[in-house]
């Protein structure tokens, strides 16, 4: 895999927001290249960034929505960015799935899991990716997340 | 800002909430907290047992995670639990406004007597001021029961010092045990453990050999002999050491005649006993709330002691 997935990390919840960096940037192949805490900064950051993988939060202010346009929008612009869409909510991730998002999970997953989803997103993405890693980082998500107990919800690449 | 932190054990969060929470309590400035652990839901009673912290935190689950109602109950049942044992613990849950959980969270915090419920939808320097704010509320009460409980109510008094002596001396002072009998017959009101880590529990150690300290509740109004007499036989070198604290609510008249009595006592034993009044409790609860070390005080009170002896 590639040296350094860079990440940029939205969401207006700071509990989470801070959880999920700190989660991310204990990883030496991970850097988390900014953070946007306004749904309207999200498309100009990633212009400005340019990461590999957006982990983006569902539900801003209250709205269900907020997102679904940003996704489609960064989808047919950015093809090559990774959306990891984490949310408090299970029933916006078929939204955010249907809305082009390369995966999703509530937030209850365990910090491997976070972890595997984002290393599963960027492997179904990136040019450096050979073929067979995206199914091998798949599996390990997939055997991981079957380990954990209760019932977290997690839609993979 | 002082140098007593305010230990919080967190219980049943998610990683990323727990990693979360835990980031932005002790980077918030001047950061007062200390995080003493994490738990699951099974553990919690023992860690808090174990661990005593002030403030305790508990994630509930949400509905898609907790379709048979399972973990909400067992939560419920821990915290009533907990509030039971362990009466000094402050307990605030944490949920997610404006969904159905934030409602049973409402709901639970009348069961089990939760002070707050808090949203994780929180920033870091509000959550901070929250669990201060409900920290120096816990203090402001037990300031409160002091003055409201009557002399007489030795009962009373025993509880209010069980819960209040970990909230001042802890770390410093560990494992504090109550009603402790000894082969003797001797019933102990509170012994604990001397850590041996702050300068006053070192001179203790050194001077009188004290591993433990053992605390005697008499909710009199003044010392008696008696009193000191019975807290001196229960210092014993082969066991406690020899350091005891008597709480007893006023004063003496005349002090000169206090500290010959002990002078008296405890002189040829290398033996030493502090009498505390009502004062001296509310001051270190004071300090206590303000974040200073309440054990400063009592190390100020043996000096004291120890030049008027």
Redesign the interface.
């Given at each position: 895999m590639h040296s350094e997935i860079r990440i940029l990390l939205a969401g207006?919840?700071?509990?989470?927001?801070?959880?999920?960096q700190?989660?991310l940037e204990s990883e030496s192949d991970m850097a988390i290249v900014g953070t946007v805490e306004t749904s309207l900064e999200v498309i100009p950051q990633v212009r400005a960034k340019n990461p590999d993988v957006l982990v983006l939060d569902l539900k801003w202010h209250?709205d269900d929505e907020a997102m679904d346009d940003v996704i489609a929008q960064l989808r047919r612009d950015y093809p090559k960015i990774a959306i990891v869409c984490?949310t408090?909510y299970?029933h916006l991730i078929p939204r955010a799935k249907a809305a082009g998002a390369t995966c999703a999970a509530?937030?209850?997953?365990?910090?491997n899991e976070?972890l595997g989803l984002v290393r599963a997103a960027y492997a179904s993405v990136s040019p450096d990716v050979g073929p067979g890693e995206l199914e091998k980082a798949r599996s390990a998500l997939e055997h991981l997340h079957s380990l954990e107990k209760?019932?977290?919800?997690i839609s993979l690449p | 800002m002082g140098n007593a932190p305010i230990s919080v054990l967190l219980a049943n969060l998610p990683d990323i909430y727990l990693t979360g929470i835990s980031n932005l309590l002790l980077n918030v400035e001047h950061s007062p907290f200390r995080i003493v652990g994490s738990t699951s839901l099974d553990n919690v009673m023992e860690r808090v047992r174990e661990l005593r912290p002030h403030l305790l935190l508990v994630g509930l689950p949400r509905k898609g995670v907790d379709v048979e109602g399972m973990i909400i109950e067992r939560a419920e049942k821990a915290m009533v639990g907990i509030r039971k044992q362990f009466r000094e613990v402050v307990i605030a849950v944490f949920a997610i406004p404006g969904v159905e959980e934030y409602q049973e969270a409402l709901a639970i915090t009348k069961k089990a007597e939760v002070e707050d419920v808090l949203s994780l939808e929180m920033g870091g320097a509000e959550l901070a001021c929250c669990l201060r704010q409900l920290f120096e509320q816990r203090t402001e009460v037990y300031k409160q029961c002091l003055r409201d409980l009557p002399i007489g109510d030795g009962k009373g008094y025993e509880s209010f010092a069980e819960e209040v002596l970990p909230l001042l001396f802890k770390p410093h002072f560990s494992r504090f045990r109550s009603q402790v009998r000894r082969g003797s017959g001797d019933r102990l009101d509170f012994v604990c453990r001397n850590e041996g880590q702050h300068s006053f529990c070192k001179t203790i150690l050194r001077a009188h050999g004290a591993r433990y300290v053992v605390f005697e509740t008499k909710n009199e109004a003044m010392p008696k002999v008696a009193h000191l007499r019975q807290l001196a036989a229960f210092l014993t070198p082969a066991t406690t050491g020899r350091f005891g604290i008597l709480l007893v609510r006023q004063p003496p008249r005349q002090l000169q005649t206090l500290f010959k009595r002990l002078g008296d006592l405890l002189r040829d034993d290398k033996k030493m006993i502090i009498v505390l009044y009502d004062d001296d409790v509310l001051e270190m609860l004071d300090m206590r709330m303000r974040l200073l070390e309440p054990m400063s005080h009592l190390e100020e009170r043996y000096d004291y002691y120890m030049m008027h002896m």
């Open positions: 207006d919840q700071t509990i989470s927001r801070e959880g999920i700190r989660i209250g984490l408090v299970e509530t937030k209850d997953i365990s910090k976070v209760g019932n977290m919800m | -």
